[in-house]
């Protein structure tokens, strides 16, 4: 079935260098993204969204691409810290409701000091 | 106020055990979900509450039966678990508002063991 998917499962960078974390879709009606970051030991955490009607979204320190053409997403961290390890998840609204979202498999980040 | 709590944080339970998980949004949203999240795997849906009824019942066994008390609260009330149903269930909430709902934001979760 379609599924939300990971091209790399763990990722380990130096503080202070950029990461990017990619993540692949398939279901080409999805009109909506977003990044969670989930630290051990606690729940998602919303970081940022995009819509399919944008190709890219800044927020603090993070950056968000879209390429339709061959549906993949991006998260982009400026200047990796220590705090931003954690798994994250790229999910979007393919589930037909206004609820569901389906989740990637998650790429565990590590930041080395 | 932008918390989602949920109580407890552990649990351990028997297979006879009936037992139940709570969760409490200050936020004003009004729909609620539960989520089961197995060890290194994403989140995923079991139940959807909008303005306190069940809008979405993902297939899940009837040994797991929510209940939105109002439009604070969630439960989870659990009877007769196996123990493949040890995981962390999170609770998350939304605003009842078209794409705001996938903006969803996610309790700490109840880490379950079945024995």
């Known amino acids: 079935g379609e599924s939300v998917g990971l091209h790399l499962p763990t990722l380990s960078v130096q503080e202070g260098d950029n990461s990017i974390i990619n993540c692949a879709y398939s279901?080409?009606?999805?009109?909506?993204f977003i990044w969670y970051k989930q630290e051990s030991g606690k729940g998602p955490q919303f970081i940022i969204d995009?819509?399919?009607?944008?190709d890219k979204r800044q927020g603090q320190r993070v950056t968000v691409l879209l390429n339709k053409t061959v549906k993949h997403l991006s998260l982009q961290i400026a200047a990796t810290q220590p705090g931003d390890s954690a798994v994250y998840f790229c999910?979007?609204?393919?589930?037909?409701?206004?609820?569901?979202?389906?989740f990637g498999k998650g790429t565990l980040l590590t930041v080395n000091p | 106020d932008t918390e989602v709590t949920q109580t407890p944080k552990h649990l351990v339970m028997g297979m006879t055990n009936k037992k139940s998980l709570k969760c409490e949004q200050h936020?004003?949203?009004?729909?609620m979900y539960w989520y089961k999240q197995k060890a290194k795997k994403p989140p995923e849906l079991m139940f959807v509450?909008?303005?306190?009824?069940?809008?979405i019942n993902e297939s899940v066994p009837s040994r797991f039966s929510p209940e939105c008390p109002n439009s604070s609260l969630l439960n989870l009330h659990l009877h007769a678990l196996q123990p493949e149903d040890s995981a962390l269930y999170l609770c998350?909430?939304?605003?009842?508002?078209?794409?705001?709902?996938?903006?969803?934001?996610f309790g700490p979760g109840t880490r379950l063991t079945v024995t």
């Open positions: 279901n080409s009606a999805s009109d909506y």
């Open positions: 995009i819509r399919s009607n944008m």
């Open positions: 509450y909008s303005y306190e009824k069940l809008s």
């Open positions: 936020m004003g949203h009004r729909a």
């Open positions: 998350a909430s939304s605003q009842e508002e078209g794409l705001a709902n996938y903006e969803q934001y």
């Open positions: 999910a979007e609204n393919s589930g037909g409701s206004n609820y569901k979202l389906t």
